[in-house]
């Protein structure tokens, strides 16, 4: 099981555009329209399995809502924060 990080940790390895919400990071991706976001929240869902660590996805018009958190450790990893990062990857 990971670690959990500490207020000072998540701070400092808070990907670019993600937020701490409680015990969970989130971050909304926006699209110019449906699909494109569709899209985006497969391919990230491929890096999720591949990580086999899996976060809660929204989609909805122009937007994909991703939220991390690791429910074992109960709160915010490395697990967590490594995961935004690819993502945010994934979406440049």
Do not use: C
Not at 18 to 41: K, M, N, Q
Not at 67 to 85: N, P, V, Y
């Amino acid at each position: 099981m990971a670690d959990l990080l500490s207020d000072e940790e998540i701070e400092a390895q808070l990907p670019a555009d993600w937020e701490r919400d409680g015990d969970e990071i989130v971050r909304t991706f926006e699209f110019d329209s449906y699909l494109p976001g569709v899209g985006f929240a497969s391919g990230i869902a491929g890096i999720a399995e591949d990580a086999w660590h899996h976060p809660e996805i929204t989609i909805t018009w122009g937007e994909v809502e991703v939220r991390l958190t690791t429910h074992d450790a109960g709160g915010i990893t490395e697990k967590d924060t490594d995961l935004a990062a690819r993502f945010n990857d994934a979406y440049e």
